[in-house]
């Protein structure tokens, strides 16, 4: 996917702060954080979203949250915490057509979501 950023992230076209990388996840710092700690977990398959999430998807799926729980572990959230979000599509404040899990934590994070 040229025109998507992330694809081009992991194509290294675009520069990022890596955090993690394997054959199917990266992880690296959003470039405009929400909270001390604030890291985006990635599949290098081009997913657009959670609506497009496939059956044979999951496992991968799977992998990237356990990834995203040692990621926030590594990044000091363990003890008290941190918010995983995925939004989806225009109500859901998605910005990026690529699916990612964002990694906030650091400080206290409110509820309701605006
Ligand atoms: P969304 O709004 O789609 O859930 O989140 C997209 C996130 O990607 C935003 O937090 C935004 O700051 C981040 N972002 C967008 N473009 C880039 C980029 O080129 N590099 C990095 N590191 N983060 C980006
Ligand atoms: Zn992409």
Not at 39 to 65: A, C, Q, S, W, Y
Not at 69 to 78: N, R
Not at 98 to 108: A, E, N, P, S
Request: aromatic fraction near 8%.
């Amino acid at each position: 996917m040229s025109n998507c950023i992330f694809c081009r992230i992991i194509g290294g076209e675009i520069p990022a702060k890596k955090v993690y990388e394997d054959e199917e996840i990266l992880a690296f710092d959003d470039m405009n954080p929400q909270a001390p700690v604030h890291i985006l977990v990635i599949p290098k398959k081009h997913i657009r979203n959670m609506m497009e999430v496939d059956t044979g998807d999951t496992g991968l799926l799977g992998r990237l949250f356990f990834k995203a729980q040692e990621i926030a572990q590594s990044s000091g959230c363990a003890e008290k915490g941190a918010r995983f979000v995925v939004n989806c599509k225009s109500n859901g404040g998605q910005t990026v057509d690529h699916l990612h899990c964002h990694v906030l934590g650091g400080r206290f994070m409110t509820w309701p979501p605006g």
